[in-house]
């Protein structure tokens, strides 16, 4: 697993990147960083440098779950407004 989160933490994420992921990878990759990170062998510096890709990923998953959501509201509102105007 050292290995592993020393290539997790030299690999830079991009925002551009982060903001195509599915929720399911974003997940995935957050995850990874927050394992490295509860590990305890992960320096300090380290630490810092993965902080910020971790807040995009834990905001671009909070995003996705709102517009699902939203979605599932409208499809609710939609629904009901099928039923009342069936009576």
């Not at 997790?8 to 599915?22: F, R």
């Amino acid at each position: 697993i050292n290995q592993r989160m020393d290539d997790i933490m030299i690999k830079k994420i991009q925002t551009s990147e982060i903001d195509n992921l599915e929720f399911e990878e974003a997940m995935e990759k957050l995850n990874e960083i927050i394992q490295g990170l509860e590990s305890g062998e992960v320096k300090l510096s380290q630490s810092v440098e993965k902080f910020e890709p971790g807040a995009q990923l834990a905001k671009h998953c909070k995003k996705l779950l709102d517009d699902a959501e939203t979605r599932i509201n409208i499809i609710k509102i939609s629904s009901r407004s099928i039923l009342i105007a069936s009576f």
